[in-house]
């Protein structure tokens, strides 16, 4: 026999789907089935179950073979990592659950830690250009129900954000938006002819790197000024005809990724995308908005915000909390060879950060706790796997427009596996005893 | 320097203002920090002499292989400083008077919000030299930077007064944002020059590789720069960001490229 | 638990009527007690004040709005971070402190409870995490009301059963405390970049005014006999001449009576009434309607207000009146962020420096002293700086200092760059009244806890009360020989007692406390049509489900207390 | 002296990398998914290389094998796509112009035939990178 569990979250991407929808054993032991989620979803789930997981901590020895450990030889190890350690960095946190994060927060504040999410190779310029210039934003059912021009700025969510599109921005019929996608006008900017872009109405496909001049151009074109012929190798009429478009709306919204925020002028193309957002409420209404990539990357920022004051790139190591990325920033922080030790949770610097930065990762004391094998347990000195957030466990995570969703357990971990918060505080309550914290 | 540091060390104490009416051997006891540890300016310099009553009558001269100390003149408000080589980051940032000559380079975030005074670095500067801190709308108001070298991304940002002066060539992004003060460029730029910039002007003598879509040519004008006297091409912008107006009429930022 | 006897202070207690006779107050399992053993601990507060904990009404401290702030502000923590201090976890932010901070700046000025007063519903569980990482003070939080799909909806036909029965849905699955409006309808039209700027303005669409919404929820509040009144931000916030527009909705609790069993007697609480009070035609003959306002307020006695005072600060404004903020920052062009909220309401925030070399900041701050100096009934009328929008609240001492002593207000008068303008725009130079302790009590103590429908509960030493009590380092028997000794002795306690454990000795925090959540669980008669219609909106326009809306769990409320109301017998 | 051409290299998201990295990193589904190259067909013509051929990237910061395929969402001639992950990083640009963010996108890059060199595996390249050492 077997029972269905309904308004499953997904944790997989910051669209945070919760219309999931499992079919696990009576004993709750066993996943079966995934329903309403993507294939990247789905795969998420079911993975879970596969039989090769590992499900013991492992320390690497000096012949380089792993060798079993207790979960309380892990957390002394961690521990002691980190009480040693002058300027240790504790990555990742994007793929746990906030009262997780609210843990790790205090270990970073005991042991006088730098702090960091995946926001620093994802949307971290966003944040940068948020704190100079703002964010006109709003939640996706505002999307849903009233938006007539969509805008996809350098993301391509039929890839990233599978079920964004006939969730919230391209097909639902909302409120104010009957027709569903006959009632929406769609632009996609992108120097590839991506899946999303041949969807669109108008694709501008844009020379890479030069988002920061075609967004400077619309702002121009809206205040009907001088115009070079091409900009960004798009030609100035077409420029024009997107800048009446986008006027022509009642309620419009770009949505941007990846393609800007690590494209040359980083923060400064959201930054000016934001500008354009801006002027666009002169004439009629317009929000913006991240596409962000973990599914809980932005619950990481508002906790690190509510506790430190700042979103990621955290420093402590002088008692306080200091921001400034391209200081406090872990790829600097490593590139610069700052950090001499290196604590992972939640996320897989060792595949997604430049290669130079990895070998420092290597070249340290290091823990990394994640239920899959990865690059980043590869060249950690302590593999810590876990329990599955969000399939194994629960806990709040906040979507890409920043609204709080409760992660639902749907399955027990493997029998003795222990979450992130179980192990977390195991770590915390052993490191107060080294530092003599109250 | 002495017991060179594992990782960087923090010297904001290097300062005339935190060593005004100090003796060589209370100065030998400030603080600086190695990651999260804390530490006496004892174990990493010989300190000889003695410091003047105020921060206007100090000097001081740092010498040997400070590559790995940051906020070296970190809010000086007076008096000189001399760092012999080159140092890292935030090198005489938040400072609001006196004179830093650094020899050497000197890394990212130099004269981060400068509110007065003079920085001289003989080598390169690295990125935001003279900008706001994060989140802030207040960058460098006053005083004046001169780069001998080359200087990184992001100079000037959100500028509102002051003169940088870069006698090399600089990366991407010059005076973003920026609403007042002057940009000097005698080499080469790259691109994303002057955008969203409010009032400001930016003079450069070498090449433009990308122009921003948002600077309307306006003729062109001779003009006398630094004892220069040439014919520059005039441009004014951002076109697309706001402007104030004065006597009725709408101020332009202006950008000069000699030709 | 231990007993605590705090002896030989001057207490000041307007429930008992006490004003700074010698009493000895006692501490006994978390509550006032008429006596206590010898074996209670003594606490000398001879020569000191002594007040029941403070009552904020109406803060910003929790939630998105807060955290964007947060987030998008980091140069408002520059050099103001404070490290790890025994028990005190860090710290950081001027107009927007942490949640940490926020614990612990209350608690050593001697506030013991707080309100967050706007939580947009679908972001409790958010508002809830920042409340159970607040330390030591009790916290409630008011969901909007005022451009909720289902209450437009409603009232647009006068359903006030359907509007009640909405509510107690409402402030149980948000673990809400009351029924807040923030610019009623006007931000609904923002959802359209429009706005209501009077109270007869038609809301788009949606076919209802203004005041038919804050009629409506006023006679849903009273039906259901909820703790606290209406909690209204009225239209047209900030704009000069916007006093006739807070007058016109003031008139509209005309006639009504509070109905509930918490010895509340307002129907209408006017919020921020410093940006209600303003009038001329533009910035340039801006000037202070205080007197007007005050006068009616004064005359209609269901109605309360708090002040919402300029403390002449670099602050955050941040509020649930979306246009407002984009009218904001096109005043001074600082960085804007907002967000709308799908079928509920929006928020927009803008950093604001109140320069007093500003003559609009300067006769705002007149304005924010005029009205508490101008209140006949000191019951009626609480001190806030709406924080952080008109300050932050640990100015609070400031403001205490300008209130209680017309030498301080004169010396900031006469350092006004354009003090002629602030004396002929406003009255402030002409009133001599400085509040007494007794009528400080009044207004930051009693006066909010009885509003908020606690009165049983806190706000005052009766024996049986929660045992929340501050113990000011001022002596009232001596003149004040320079008012700078106000703001000092407030702005840290001698002792702070929160349930009856000491939380601040000496100005420092010495525990934490027994911190609640507090939230309004009212009971009444199966609705199945807005049942019915709740499911609907779910399935059709809202982005996520129903059954994942509710803030419900350990990690959300950690520590509830419910204000039981049965709203069955109607 | 082989043939060689200079593109623009971006890294990215796509399903299949999506699907892979939940599937297991330690597995040739995340190398068939990431370790390879998305080349314009004109750009394939130019180097006279055929579909599905292993090519060596370089760039100023590494030098890594993958496989060149036909762009699946082109044309974009004059850029290569490489899925994001430790083949793409192991040449992109890690300059963050202070801002954290290293620069994935917008690298150049030269790319040769290298018929007979080995792709690795996901984490395998990793370590062999760092030289970690792996019993």
Same mark, same amino acid.
């Given at each position: 026999?077997?029972?269905?569990?309904?308004?499953?979250?997904?944790?997989?991407?910051?669209?945070?789907?919760?219309?999931?929808?499992?079919?696990?054993?009576?004993?709750?032991?066993?996943?079966?089935?995934?329903?309403?989620?993507?294939?990247?979803? $789905?795969?998420?789930?079911?993975?879970?179950?596969?039989?090769?997981?590992?499900?013991?901590?492992?320390?690497?020895?000096?012949?380089?073979?792993?060798?079993?450990?207790?979960?309380?030889?892990?957390?002394?190890?961690?521990?002691?990592?980190?009480?040693?350690?002058?300027?240790?960095?504790?990555?990742?946190?994007?793929?746990?659950?906030?009262?997780?994060?609210?843990?790790?927060?205090?270990?970073?504040?005991?042991?006088?830690?730098?702090?960091?999410?995946?926001?620093?190779?994802?949307?971290?310029?966003?944040?940068?250009?948020?704190?100079?210039?703002?964010?006109?934003?709003?939640?996706?059912?505002?999307?849903?129900?009233?938006?007539?021009?969509?805008?996809?700025?350098?993301?391509?969510?039929?890839?990233?954000?599978?079920?964004?599109?006939?969730?919230? $921005?391209?097909?639902?019929?909302?409120?104010?938006?009957?027709?569903?996608?006959?009632?929406?006008?769609?632009?996609?900017?992108?120097?590839?002819?991506?899946?999303?872009?041949?969807?669109?109405?108008?694709?501008?496909?844009?020379?890479?790197?030069?988002?920061?001049?075609? +967004?400077?151009?619309?702002?121009?074109?809206?205040?009907?000024?001088? +115009?070079?012929?091409?900009?960004?190798?798009?030609?100035?009429?077409?420029?024009?005809?997107?800048?009446?478009?986008?006027? $022509?709306?009642?309620?419009?919204?770009?949505?941007?990724?990846?393609?800007?925020?690590?494209?040359?002028?980083?923060?400064?193309?959201?930054?000016?995308?934001?500008?354009?957002?801006?002027? +666009?409420?002169?004439?009629?209404?317009?929000?913006?908005?991240?596409?962000?990539?973990?599914?809980?990357?932005?619950?990481?920022?508002?906790?690190?915000?509510?506790?430190?004051?700042?979103?990621?790139?955290?420093?402590?190591?002088?008692?306080?909390?200091?921001?400034?990325?391209?200081?406090?920033?872990?790829?600097?922080?490593?590139?610069?060879?700052?950090?001499?030790?290196?604590?992972?949770?939640?996320?897989?610097?060792?595949?997604?950060?430049?290669?130079?930065?990895?070998?420092?990762?290597?070249?340290?004391?290091?823990?990394?706790?994640?239920?899959?094998?990865?690059?980043?347990?590869?060249?950690?000195?302590?593999?810590?796997?876990?329990?599955?957030? !969000?399939?194994?466990?629960? !806990?709040?995570?906040?979507?890409?427009?920043?609204?709080?969703?409760?992660?639902?357990?749907?399955?027990?971990?493997?029998?003795?596996?222990?979450?992130?918060?179980?192990?977390?505080?195991?770590?915390?309550?052993?490191?107060?005893? +080294?530092?003599?914290?109250? | 320097?002495?017991?060179?540091?594992?990782?960087?060390?923090?010297?904001?104490?290097?300062?005339?203002?935190?060593?005004?009416?100090?003796?060589?051997?209370?100065?030998?006891?400030?603080?600086?920090?190695?990651?999260?540890?804390?530490?006496?300016?004892?174990?990493?310099?010989?300190?000889?002499?003695?410091?003047?009553?105020?921060?206007?009558?100090?000097?001081?001269?740092?010498?040997?292989?400070?590559?790995?100390?940051?906020?070296?003149?970190?809010?000086?408000?007076?008096?000189?400083?001399?760092?012999?080589?080159?140092?890292?980051?935030?090198?005489?940032?938040?400072?609001?008077?006196?004179?830093?000559?650094?020899?050497?380079?000197?890394?990212?975030?130099?004269?981060?919000?400068?509110?007065?005074?003079?920085?001289?670095?003989?080598?390169?500067?690295?990125?935001?030299?003279?900008?706001?801190?994060?989140?802030?709308?207040?960058?460098?108001?006053?005083?004046?930077?001169?780069?001998?070298?080359?200087?990184?991304?992001?100079?000037?940002?959100?500028?509102?007064?002051?003169?940088?002066?870069?006698?090399?060539?600089?990366?991407?992004?010059?005076?973003?944002?920026?609403?007042?003060?002057?940009?000097?460029?005698?080499?080469?730029?790259?691109?994303?020059?002057?955008?969203?910039?409010?009032?400001?002007?930016?003079?450069?003598?070498?090449?433009?590789?990308?122009?921003?879509?948002?600077?309307?040519?306006?003729?062109?004008?001779?003009?006398?720069?630094?004892?220069?006297?040439?014919?520059?091409?005039?441009?004014?912008?951002?076109?697309?960001?706001?402007?104030?107006?004065?006597?009725?009429?709408?101020?332009?930022?202006?950008?000069?490229?000699?030709? | 638990?231990?007993?605590?006897?705090?002896?030989?202070?001057?207490?000041?207690?307007?429930?008992?009527?006490?004003?700074?006779?010698?009493?000895?107050?006692?501490?006994?399992?978390?509550?006032?007690?008429?006596?206590?053993?010898?074996?209670?601990?003594?606490?000398?507060?001879?020569?000191?004040?002594?007040?029941?904990?403070?009552?904020?009404?109406?803060?910003?401290?929790?939630?998105?709005?807060?955290?964007?702030?947060?987030?998008?502000?980091?140069?408002?923590?520059?050099?103001?971070?404070?490290?790890?201090?025994?028990?005190?976890?860090?710290?950081?932010?001027?107009?927007?402190?942490?949640?940490?901070?926020?614990?612990?700046?209350?608690?050593?000025?001697?506030?013991?409870?707080?309100?967050?007063?706007?939580?947009?519903?679908?972001?409790?569980?958010?508002?809830?995490?920042?409340?159970?990482?607040?330390?030591?003070?009790?916290?409630?939080?008011?969901?909007?009301?005022?451009?909720?799909?289902?209450?437009?909806?409603?009232?647009?036909?006068?359903?006030?059963?359907?509007?009640?029965?909405?509510?107690?849905?409402?402030?149980?699955? %948000?673990?809400?405390?009351?029924?807040?409006?923030?610019?009623?309808?006007?931000?609904?039209?923002?959802?359209?970049?429009?706005?209501?700027?009077?109270?007869?303005?038609?809301?788009?669409?949606?076919?209802?005014?203004?005041?038919?919404?804050?009629?409506?929820?006023?006679?849903?509040?009273?039906?259901?006999?909820?703790?606290?009144?209406?909690?209204?931000?009225?239209?047209?916030?900030?704009?000069?001449?916007?006093?006739?527009?807070?007058?016109?909705?003031?008139?509209?609790?005309?006639?009504?009576?509070?109905?509930?069993?918490?010895?509340?007697?307002?129907?209408?609480?006017?919020?921020?009434?410093?940006?209600?009070?303003?009038?001329?035609?533009?910035?340039?003959?801006?000037?202070?309607?205080?007197?007007?306002?005050?006068?009616?307020?004064?005359?209609?006695?269901?109605?309360?207000?708090?002040?919402?005072?300029?403390?002449?600060?670099?602050?955050?404004?941040? %509020?649930?009146?979306?246009?407002?903020?984009?009218?904001?920052?096109?005043?001074?062009?600082?960085?804007?962020?907002?967000?709308?909220?799908?079928?509920?309401?929006?928020?927009?925030?803008?950093?604001?420096?109140?320069?007093?070399?500003?003559?609009?900041?300067?006769?705002?701050?007149?304005?924010?002293?005029?009205?508490?100096?101008?209140?006949?009934?000191?019951?009626?009328?609480?001190?806030?700086?709406?924080?952080?929008?008109?300050?932050?609240?640990?100015?609070?001492?400031?403001?205490?200092?300008?209130?209680?002593?017309?030498?301080?207000?004169?010396?900031?008068?006469?350092?006004?760059?354009?003090?002629?303008?602030?004396?002929?725009?406003?009255?402030?130079?002409?009133?001599?009244?400085?509040?007494?302790?007794?009528?400080?009590?009044?207004?930051?103590?009693?006066?909010?806890?009885?509003?908020?429908?606690?009165?049983?509960?806190?706000?005052?030493?009766?024996?049986?009360?929660?045992?929340?009590?501050?113990?000011?380092?001022?002596?009232?028997?001596?003149?004040?020989?320079?008012?700078?000794?106000?703001?000092?002795?407030?702005?840290?306690?001698?002792?702070?007692?929160?349930?009856?454990?000491?939380?601040?000795?000496?100005?420092?925090?010495?525990?934490?406390?027994?911190?609640?959540?507090?939230?309004?669980?009212?009971?009444?008669?199966?609705?199945?049509?807005?049942?019915?219609?709740?499911?609907?909106?779910?399935?059709?326009?809202?982005?996520?489900?129903?059954?994942?809306?509710?803030?419900?769990?350990?990690?959300?409320?950690?520590?509830?207390?419910?204000?039981?109301?049965?709203? %069955?017998?109607? | 002296?082989?043939?060689?051409?200079?593109?623009?290299?971006?890294?990215?998201?796509?399903?299949?990398?999506?699907?892979?990295?939940?599937?297991?990193?330690?597995?040739?589904?995340?190398?068939?998914?990431?370790?390879?190259?998305?080349?314009?067909?004109?750009?394939?013509?130019?180097?006279?290389?055929?579909?599905?051929?292993?090519?060596?990237?370089?760039?100023?910061?590494?030098?890594?094998?993958?496989?060149?395929?036909?762009?699946?969402?082109?044309?974009?001639?004059?850029?290569?796509?490489?899925?994001?992950?430790?083949?793409?990083?192991?040449?992109?640009?890690?300059?963050?112009?202070?801002?954290?963010?290293?620069?994935?996108?917008?690298?150049?890059?030269?790319?040769?035939?290298?018929?007979?060199?080995?792709?690795?595996?996901?984490?395998?390249?990793?370590?062999?990178?760092?030289?970690?050492?792996?019993?």
């Amino acid at each position: 026999m077997t029972k269905t569990i309904t308004d499953v979250i997904c944790p997989f991407c910051g669209t945070l789907c919760d219309d999931i929808e499992v079919v696990v054993s009576d004993d709750g032991k066993q996943l079966h089935e995934v329903y309403n989620a993507c294939v990247i979803g $789905s795969e998420k789930f079911l993975h879970s179950q596969s039989k090769d997981r590992v499900t013991r901590p492992r320390l690497r020895q000096a012949d380089g073979t792993w060798k079993e450990i207790s979960y309380d030889e892990a957390a002394d190890y961690t521990a002691q990592m980190l009480a040693k350690a002058k300027k240790p960095l504790m990555y990742g946190w994007s793929s746990t659950n906030c009262e997780a994060q609210s843990v790790g927060n205090e270990i970073a504040e005991i042991s006088k830690a730098c702090c960091d999410n995946t926001a620093a190779v994802c949307h971290g310029t966003t944040l940068i250009a948020v704190q100079d210039i703002g964010l006109p934003t709003c939640t996706l059912g505002e999307v849903k129900n009233r938006a007539d021009r969509i805008i996809f700025w350098g993301c391509n969510p039929a890839h990233a954000h599978p079920r964004h599109m006939s969730r919230y $921005s391209i097909f639902p019929r909302g409120f104010f938006t009957g027709k569903g996608q006959m009632s929406r006008k769609m632009i996609v900017v992108d120097p590839r002819v991506t899946d999303t872009a041949k969807m669109a109405d108008v694709h501008l496909q844009i020379e890479q790197g030069k988002d920061y001049e075609l +967004l400077n151009a619309l702002r121009v074109a809206f205040k009907g000024e001088w +115009l070079p012929d091409v900009v960004a190798g798009i030609p100035k009429e077409k420029i024009r005809e997107a800048a009446d478009m986008m006027k $022509s709306g009642r309620f419009g919204i770009i949505f941007f990724g990846m393609g800007v925020t690590q494209s040359l002028s980083k923060n400064h193309n959201i930054d000016i995308a934001i500008a354009v957002t801006k002027d +666009l409420n002169e004439y009629t209404k317009f929000s913006i908005m991240p596409m962000r990539g973990h599914y809980n990357v932005t619950g990481s920022g508002e906790v690190f915000a509510w506790q430190f004051g700042f979103p990621y790139s955290v420093d402590l190591t002088r008692g306080f909390a200091r921001y400034n990325p391209g200081d406090t920033s872990s790829i600097d922080l490593l590139n610069r060879g700052e950090v001499d030790a290196m604590f992972t949770i939640g996320s897989d610097p060792g595949a997604h950060f430049p290669i130079s930065a990895v070998k420092q990762i290597a070249n340290v004391p290091s823990v990394c706790i994640d239920p899959h094998l990865t690059p980043t347990s590869g060249v950690s000195k302590l593999h810590v796997p876990v329990a599955f957030n !969000g399939v194994e466990t629960g !806990g709040n995570c906040y979507r890409m427009d920043n609204v709080p969703i409760d992660c639902r357990k749907v399955v027990e971990p493997p029998a003795g596996m222990l979450t992130d918060e179980q192990f977390l505080i195991m770590v915390r309550d052993r490191l107060r005893k +080294l530092k003599g914290a109250a | 320097m002495k017991n060179p540091p594992a990782l960087y060390l923090e010297a904001d104490n290097v300062t005339p203002d935190g060593f005004a009416g100090k003796t060589a051997a209370q100065i030998t006891e400030l603080h600086v920090h190695e990651g999260n540890t804390t530490s006496t300016l004892g174990k990493y310099f010989e300190v000889s002499g003695n410091a003047g009553a105020t921060a206007a009558d100090t000097k001081i001269i740092v010498k040997g292989d400070v590559k790995k100390v940051k906020y070296l003149g970190m809010k000086m408000s007076a008096g000189e400083m001399v760092i012999e080589g080159s140092a890292d980051q935030y090198v005489g940032a938040w400072m609001t008077g006196g004179k830093l000559l650094a020899k050497g380079n000197v890394e990212a975030f130099a004269a981060t919000a400068m509110r007065g005074g003079e920085l001289i670095v003989e080598g390169n500067a690295g990125n935001y030299l003279g900008a706001a801190y994060r989140g802030d709308w207040r960058g460098m108001s006053s005083g004046k930077i001169l780069i001998k070298g080359n200087a990184g991304s992001d100079i000037g940002m959100y500028m509102t007064g002051g003169e940088i002066v870069v006698n090399g060539n600089v990366d991407v992004h010059v005076m973003t944002h920026a609403e007042g003060g002057k940009t000097i460029v005698k080499g080469n730029t790259k691109s994303k020059l002057g955008g969203q910039l409010v009032d400001g002007t930016i003079i450069v003598f070498g090449n433009i590789e990308t122009m921003m879509p948002g600077y309307k040519p306006n003729g062109e004008v001779e003009l006398e720069v630094d004892g220069v006297k040439a014919l520059f091409s005039h441009y004014i912008g951002d076109m697309g960001e706001r402007h104030k107006k004065r006597k009725g009429a709408i101020v332009y930022g202006n950008l000069y490229k000699k030709i | 638990m231990s007993e605590y006897i705090i002896k030989n202070g001057s207490v000041f207690d307007p429930v008992q009527g006490i004003k700074g006779d010698k009493k000895d107050i006692a501490i006994k399992d978390g509550k006032i007690a008429d006596k206590v053993s010898s074996a209670a601990k003594v606490i000398d507060a001879k020569g000191m004040t002594v007040m029941a904990g403070a009552v904020e009404i109406h803060a910003h401290i929790a939630g998105p709005k807060v955290n964007l702030g947060r987030i998008y502000r980091p140069e408002d923590k520059l050099f103001s971070c404070t490290p790890t201090r025994g028990m005190e976890r860090m710290g950081g932010g001027a107009s927007i402190p942490t949640t940490f901070k926020t614990g612990y700046e209350y608690a050593k000025m001697g506030y013991t409870t707080a309100m967050e007063a706007a939580m947009p519903p679908m972001f409790a569980k958010h508002v809830h995490e920042e409340i159970r990482d607040t330390p030591i003070i009790d916290e409630g939080a008011f969901p909007v009301f005022g451009n909720n799909w289902f209450v437009l909806e409603y009232l647009k036909n006068h359903e006030i059963e359907n509007t009640a029965a909405y509510i107690a849905w409402l402030l149980r699955v %948000t673990k809400g405390y009351a029924v807040k409006v923030v610019n009623p309808g006007g931000t609904e039209a923002w959802a359209w970049g429009l706005n209501c700027l009077s109270v007869n303005d038609p809301v788009p669409y949606f076919d209802i005014t203004p005041a038919e919404i804050v009629k409506g929820l006023i006679e849903a509040n009273e039906y259901l006999g909820l703790p606290h009144s209406v909690h209204i931000h009225p239209n047209n916030l900030g704009n000069p001449g916007c006093y006739e527009t807070t007058l016109d909705t003031l008139k509209l609790a005309e006639g009504m009576k509070a109905k509930n069993k918490f010895g509340r007697e307002s129907v209408l609480h006017l919020t921020h009434t410093q940006f209600h009070s303003y009038g001329g035609t533009n910035w340039a003959d801006f000037e202070s309607k205080a007197k007007e306002v005050t006068d009616y307020v004064n005359k209609n006695k269901n109605i309360t207000i708090d002040t919402g005072n300029v403390t002449l600060d670099e602050t955050t404004t941040m %509020t649930a009146d979306g246009p407002f903020e984009h009218h904001l920052t096109g005043l001074n062009n600082l960085k804007w962020a907002n967000v709308d909220v799908e079928l509920e309401t929006a928020a927009g925030v803008v950093p604001y420096i109140y320069s007093p070399n500003i003559s609009v900041c300067a006769i705002q701050w007149a304005i924010g002293l005029e009205i508490p100096l101008m209140i006949k009934d000191p019951m009626r009328c609480y001190i806030t700086t709406d924080h952080p929008n008109a300050g932050p609240f640990t100015r609070y001492p400031r403001v205490i200092k300008w209130l209680m002593s017309k030498k301080a207000r004169d010396t900031q008068i006469n350092a006004f760059k354009h003090k002629d303008k602030v004396l002929s725009q406003t009255s402030i130079g002409s009133i001599d009244k400085e509040l007494s302790l007794y009528e400080l009590a009044q207004m930051t103590r009693a006066g909010p806890a009885k509003c908020l429908g606690l009165a049983n509960m806190c706000g005052g030493l009766k024996p049986g009360m929660d045992a929340d009590v501050a113990v000011y380092n001022f002596n009232p028997d001596k003149p004040v020989a320079n008012p700078e000794d106000i703001e000092t002795a407030f702005s840290r306690c001698a002792h702070v007692f929160k349930s009856g454990v000491e939380v601040v000795k000496h100005g420092e925090i010495v525990g934490t406390g027994n911190k609640r959540t507090l939230w309004v669980n009212v009971k009444v008669n199966d609705n199945p049509q807005v049942m019915r219609d709740i499911n609907e909106k779910f399935i059709k326009y809202y982005s996520m489900t129903q059954a994942n809306y509710e803030a419900l769990g350990h990690h959300f409320v950690p520590n509830p207390y419910a204000l039981e109301v049965d709203a %069955t017998h109607v | 002296m082989t043939k060689n051409i200079t593109l623009n290299l971006i890294s990215g998201r796509t399903i299949q990398q999506g699907v892979a990295i939940e599937g297991g990193k330690e597995k040739p589904s995340y190398r068939t998914a990431c370790g390879i190259i998305e080349m314009d067909n004109s750009d394939l013509k130019a180097l006279g290389a055929w579909k599905s051929t292993n090519v060596r990237v370089t760039s100023d910061h590494g030098s890594v094998i993958v496989k060149a395929i036909e762009a699946t969402q082109g044309p974009h001639p004059g850029v290569g796509f490489i899925p994001m992950g430790p083949w793409a990083n192991a040449i992109i640009d890690p300059n963050t112009y202070s801002t954290g963010m290293p620069t994935f996108k917008g690298t150049p890059v030269k790319i040769e035939v290298a018929i007979n060199e080995p792709i690795l595996l996901g984490i395998e390249l990793v370590q062999k990178q760092c030289g970690v050492k792996v019993g």
